[in-house]
């Protein structure tokens, strides 16, 4: 994993300490420079920025300034020579601090902070939208695991519900409705007013039933004309 850097400081041996410092540690990588905020903020939209090196005294705007007037900016690391304004820094939850003159190892371990928390970012935007591959329901005084790719038919009888999964059959007190909130839209469809299948497993239609490996399910002549579209254009059927 990489840190794509920003240095936003109108010294240029400031600047050229941190691309120094930017230059011998493996994770970082150095996309641009700016003199001031004002000619950085044209930068921070251009490019993939991670992580901004953010001085605080500058001509025009000040760090502080800059970092109270931005929204949406990727993680700071303030670098400055007064330790006064390291209060104002943090509340405005930068990565951390570094007053000048910062040795390389103070600089590596602020930079691994700002690489930790990019991780911690990424996971959990992966297990955000990872989608889920089950659902529960109460049977029996128990709470059933339900996995969608097991789960084979739904039958609905009076005010309950019957599903037939590669284990076993579950009955669940649920509604037609209720049960269809809880299923992925692109594998599960109502065929007829009593009977939702897991379009995954349909293996052959004979005129007016679709057949599940030993089951026939009968198309409700409402829904007739919307499940034929459908396997047709999810290729689940072959012309």
């Known amino acids: ?32 420079t700016a003199e001031n905020p004002l000619k950085a903020a044209g930068l921070v939209n251009q490019l993939e920025v991670d992580l901004i090196f953010l001085d605080i005294n500058m001509p025009k705007m000040n760090g502080l ?38 040795s390389l190892e103070r600089f590596l371990k602020a930079t691994q902070k700002a690489l930790e928390l990019k991780s911690l970012k990424q996971k959990k935007t992966s297990y955000t939208d990872a989608k889920p591959d089950h659902f529960f329901v109460k049977c029996e005084g128990k709470i059933e695991k339900i996995l969608y790719a097991e789960l084979n038919y739904i039958e609905a009888m009076a005010n309950y519900l019957t599903l037939y999964t590669n284990g076993g059959k ?47 399910i009968t198309i409700g002549l409402n829904f007739h004309d919307a499940v034929m579209q459908r396997l047709l254009r999810d290729k689940f059927i072959k012309r």
Do not use: W
């Open 1 to 32: 994993m990489k840190l794509n850097c920003l240095i936003i400081d109108d010294e240029p041996i400031a600047r050229k300490l941190l691309q120094e410092y930017i230059e011998e540690t493996d994770f970082l990588v150095l996309v641009g």
């Open 170 to 216: 579950f009955v669940v007190y649920l509604t037609i409705k209720g049960i269809l909130e809880k299923l992925p839209a692109d594998k599960f469809m109502q065929v007829h007013k009593s009977h939702i299948v897991n379009l995954n497993n349909v293996q052959t239609i004979e005129g007016n039933m679709l057949r599940l490996g030993g089951v026939k």
């Open 65 to 102: 300034d800059f970092l109270r007037s931005s929204v949406n900016l990727p993680m700071v690391i303030m670098t400055t020579a007064y330790g006064q304004y390291a209060l104002d820094g943090f509340e405005m939850a930068v990565v951390d601090y570094l007053v000048k003159p910062f």
